[in-house]
C-alpha cells in the first residue's frame, strides 16, 4: 500500500486523529551519522569517534538527534504524499524532544498523527503533525516532534492532476 494522497483541505482535515505508519525500518549507518557532522559542523565525540564512544555509557556512537529529526520529512513522504497541493511549507516545530539515543547499527521509523488542521485562508491550511521516531534498540521513541506546516490548495496544470 502506497501514501495517503489527500488532494483538499477538507481530506486533510479528515485525517485528524488518525495514526499513520510506522514506516519501514532505515538503518542508522557511520556514515549517515558522519555526513550529517560534516554538513552541521557538528562533531561532537559521542557522535563520529567510534572508539571512543565505545567506552561511553552508550557502548557506541549515537545519531545526532537533530538527523533523526531531519528524517521526518522524507519518512512523512512515504506515509502521504502531498502532491495535490501547492508546495507545502515547513512553518516549524512546536515541541521537539530526544527521549531516548539511537545507537549506531539500529534502526529508526517513523509513525505520524494528524493532531489539527485549521484553515488560516481561502485554499491554505495550518496543519500540527506528531512525529514519533521508534528505534529497534529500545522501548522509548528516538524522537517526538510536533511538525508544523502550511498547506495551499492548488490548481495544478499538469496532465492527469486535478483541475
Not at 29 to 52: L, N, Y
Not at 90 to 109: C, D, L, T
Amino acid at each position: 500500500m502506497g501514501p495517503l494522497r489527500p488532494t483538499t483541505v477538507e481530506e486533510l482535515r479528515a485525517l485528524v486523529g488518525v495514526e499513520l505508519g510506522p514506516t519501514p525500518w532505515r538503518t542508522v549507518s557511520q556514515g549517515a551519522i558522519d555526513a550529517f557532522a560534516r554538513v552541521t559542523d557538528d562533531h561532537q565525540w559521542i557522535h563520529v569517534d567510534p572508539a571512543r564512544a565505545a567506552a561511553s555509557r552508550f557502548g557506541s556512537t549515537i545519531a545526532h538527534g537533530l538527523y533523526t529529526l531531519s528524517l521526518g520529512p522524507a519518512l512523512l513522504g512515504e506515509l502521504m504524499s502531498f502532491d495535490g497541493f501547492a508546495p507545502t511549507l515547513n512553518y516549524g516545530y512546536e515541541k521537539v524532544r530526544f527521549p531516548a539515543p539511537s545507537p549506531v547499527g539500529s534502526r529508526v521509523r517513523m509513525r505520524a498523527v494528524i493532531q489539527s488542521v485549521d484553515r488560516v485562508g481561502a485554499d491554505t491550511a495550518h496543519v500540527l503533525t506528531e512525529t514519533i521516531f521508534e528505534s529497534d534498540a529500545g522501548q522509548k521513541p528516538v524522537c517526538v516532534a510536533v511538525q508544523v506546516s502550511r498547506f495551499a490548495e492548488s490548481v495544478l496544470d499538469m496532465p492527469g492532476e486535478r483541475s
